[in-house]
């Protein structure tokens, strides 16, 4: 093998590498850049949660308390 070649070789190899490093830190960027607003959604979403379980339980008290008053007008 020539210099030429072997330089060709070295060089296609340096652009690979640089190319591939690019991507990683692009996909490293993207998926750290986005880890705050995925925590506040899913902050959100707990609270949600434990607000839709809150008003359920509302709901059942409700729900008993309308039962004994139409028991109480049926009497």
Partial sequence: MSSA???HIKDWFV???AVIA????VIFWVQSSND???EEL???ISILRSDMQKIREDN?????????LEG????
Wanted: with cysteine; charged share 20%.
């Fill in 60 to 68: 059942h008290q409700i729900l008993r308390i309308v039962g004994r």
């Fill in 42 to 44: 899913e902050n959100q």
């Fill in 5 to 7: 070649s072997i330089q």
């Fill in 22 to 25: 690019c991507v990683a830190g």
């Fill in 15 to 17: 652009f690979m590498t």
């Fill in 72 to 75: 109480k007008l049926e009497n």
């Fill in 36 to 38: 705050p607003k995925f």
